[in-house]
């Protein structure tokens, strides 16, 4: 409060407490009577002021702004003058060029999504996504189109909310937060899409948490993987563990269903530092051994001043694996047992005018999706991969508020055949 202000009322009680002294020392006349009877009525009056004033600060929300989700925050209820439909969507398009092969260079409009969310009352909404990805999609185009959340989410206290219905999971840094402007680098980190499998979506029910203190509390049951998906004979398992199996709402398997958990703490200005767990059965009763898949991660972000840092680490498991490979031996792919990856990043606000931003980056990579095998005898055991290491300078340009210029370089450490350039637009609404 102004300190000039505040010393107003103060001198008011000063006068008015004297005036009542003076008064009950001294013979009082009508008209001092009267003068105190009304001194005595401005003081319950302003004593009954300073109740309400106290009252609708205890009332005024202190809770911290949650970081921007796709198109909607976790716990934020819309203002009466909000508009009760909103639409909203990114989009993104990539030039890849390999330094060894310009033949096999492409162009391609990775996906465009498209949001609509509708709120029915102060605490009940609904959040709808639809993604198109690489621009066409039929059964002779690579395309496709899936739906990447429609949840229902009521806020049933100032503090919590609970959602149901087909929502990303909480965990590392992307997978909630995953549009061209949200990220550096025209490509998603591939600890986040080879381990992480973003964007990642389940069907269930969650309990979301904002807490006065800075916490974010996330916590639920939902679909899982289906391990019976697994396809021996492709790649895809090599390129991403739980990217092979994952099942998208799509006729899940739910014979099994996983819990899940997440913690971010934003108590301290321009600091997150978070962790989050899943874990769920895979087999379905599909197969005459069970097997359970648990992913976990722990990350942090640091904005100093101009600085942009972040880090993150995340290790997945499979179990009983051996007895699930016996029938796939002989194929080009089998089930690690355990598959992990990290990474370092760096920002630096260089320019910035106007509505014109530069900030370039680097960022360190190591991950391994299959760093282990369960044991199956002598010469059936698959050998565990090289972790392969990617370096990534580039730096994005922002030069419109949700638009976005990206280029970088990448190198591979293992398969060099895979360095090349990027160059991407992207942005988001």
């Given at each position: 409060m102004n300190k000039k202000l505040s010393r107003t009322p103060l001198l008011h009680t000063l006068s008015l407490s004297l005036m009542l002294a003076i008064g009950t020392a001294q013979a009082q006349t009508p008209a001092e009577q009267e003068l105190l009877r009304r001194v005595d009525q401005l003081a319950a009056e302003l004593?009954?002021?300073?109740?309400?004033?106290?009252?609708?600060?205890?009332?005024?929300?202190?809770?911290?702004?949650?970081?921007?989700?796709?198109?909607?925050a976790l716990v934020e209820p819309a203002p009466a003058?909000?508009?009760?439909?909103?639409?909203?969507g990114y989009a993104e398009l990539n030039y890849n060029r390999p330094n060894n092969n310009g033949k096999d260079a492409q162009a391609d409009l990775r996906r465009l999504v498209l949001g609509v969310?509708?709120?029915?009352?102060e605490k009940t909404k609904i959040v709808t996504e639809i993604e198109v990805e690489h621009a066409v999609a039929s059964a002779g185009d690579p395309g496709e189109v899936a739906i990447e959340q429609a949840y229902v989410e009521?806020?049933?206290?100032?503090n919590w909310a609970l959602r149901g219905g087909l929502f990303l999971m909480p965990m590392g840094l992307l997978n909630e937060n995953h549009e061209p402007t949200a990220y550096y680098g025209v490509e998603r980190n591939f600890v986040e899409t080879a381990i992480i499998p973003s964007t990642w979506r389940e069907g269930g029910i969650q309990l979301v948490g904002q807490l006065d203190s800075g916490w974010t509390l996330q916590a639920g049951i939902a679909t899982g993987f289906d391990l019976n998906k697994w396809d021996a004979a492709s790649s895809e398992g090599r390129e991403s563990p739980l990217g092979a199996i994952h099942q998208e709402l799509a006729l899940a398997r739910s014979r099994d269903l996983a819990l899940f958990g997440a913690a971010n703490y934003r108590g301290i200005p321009g600091l997150l530092l978070g962790a989050s767990v899943f874990s769920g059965q895979a087999t379905h009763g599909q197969q005459a051994a069970s097997s359970r898949i648990t992913l976990w991660d722990l990350h942090a972000r640091w904005?100093?001043?101009?600085?942009?840092?972040?880090?993150?680490?995340?290790?997945?498991?499979?179990?009983?694996?051996?007895?699930?490979?016996?029938?796939?031996?002989?194929?080009?792919?089998?089930i690690p047992a355990r598959f992990d990856g990290a990474y370092l990043q760096a920002a630096y606000k260089l320019w910035e005018q106007g509505s014109y931003v530069l900030k370039p980056f680097a960022r360190w990579e190591r991950f391994n999706t299959a760093s282990r095998y369960a044991e199956?005898?002598?010469?059936?055991?698959?050998?565990?991969?090289?972790?392969?290491?990617?370096v990534t300078l580039g730096a994005n340009?922002?030069?419109?508020?949700g638009v976005v210029l990206k280029a970088d370089l990448q190198r591979f450490r293992l398969n060099k055949d895979l360095n090349r350039v990027n160059l991407g637009l992207g942005w988001s609404f």
């Open positions: 004593a009954k002021l300073r109740t309400e004033l106290a009252q609708l600060q205890q009332q005024a929300p202190t809770q911290p702004s949650a970081p921007a989700t796709s198109i909607a003058a909000q508009a009760r439909t909103v639409l909203g969310q509708h709120r029915f009352d009521h806020q049933f206290h100032p904005t100093p001043g101009r600085w942009d840092l972040s880090a993150l680490y995340s290790r997945g498991s499979i179990s009983n694996t051996a007895a699930l490979n016996m029938p796939l031996v002989g194929g080009d792919s089998l199956l005898g002598a010469g059936l055991t698959p050998e565990a991969s090289d972790s392969e290491r990617v340009f922002e030069f419109a508020p």
